[in-house]
């Protein structure tokens, strides 16, 4: 996270492609696609920050194999 970014708002993508992606914290946040394989959120780095420590992933039904995490800020 970009510690500069101070009290300004942040956008983070997160995108999975064989699982869904879920924040269960979203406090002071505009979530989009929160339960998907792609979340969108935007709010203040330590808005931003609490979310993420509260993501959890499961695969898909009869997945089985390597997954990647994808973030872009």
């Known amino acids: 996270m970009d510690l500069?970014?101070?009290n300004n708002?942040?956008?983070v993508n997160l995108v999975v492609n064989n699982g869904l992606l879920t924040?269960?914290?979203t406090t002071n946040l505009?979530?989009?696609?929160n339960g998907t394989n792609n979340i969108t959120i935007s709010?203040?780095?330590t808005?931003?920050?609490?979310?993420?420590?509260?993501l959890s992933y499961i695969g898909n039904p009869?997945?089985?194999g390597p997954d990647a995490l994808t973030m872009t800020t």
């Open 30 to 33: 505009t979530p989009i696609g």
């Open 23 to 25: 924040l269960a914290t």
């Open 62 to 64: 009869n997945f089985n």
């Open 4 to 6: 500069s970014a101070g």
């Open 47 to 54: 808005d931003v920050n609490t979310a993420l420590g509260s």
């Open 9 to 11: 708002q942040i956008q």
């Open 43 to 45: 709010g203040l780095i």
